[in-house]
């Protein structure tokens, strides 16, 4: 196999996975659409030009949560004391 050939594989094959990405946003974009009903918003949301449906929804909301991270997993209760409780040579 040549050189040539392989580079035409490779851009043969960028090409078509290219090709099936864009079709699956297309398909997805579509889906949205026909959900939302082509406005963005979704149809129970209301008339989007009323200014009640915008204070209503402000109030609402909630916050967002706070998310796991490892620096607040590391301060956990459960996790403190382990070491102890097995002992050496008990893992």
Sequence with gaps: MTMETV???????????????????QLAWNEKELKTGGNGRGRESGDPSS??????????????????????????V??????LLLGPGRA
């Design 7 to 25: 580079q035409q594989k490779k851009q043969m094959y960028a090409k078509q996975l290219a090709d099936h990405t864009f079709r699956q946003y």
């Design 78 to 83: 459960r996790n403190r004391g382990t070491g």
């Design 51 to 76: 200014s009640e449906v915008a204070k209503d929804r402000r109030i609402k909301r909630t916050p967002p949560k706070e998310t796991n991270t490892p620096e607040r997993n590391q301060h956990s």
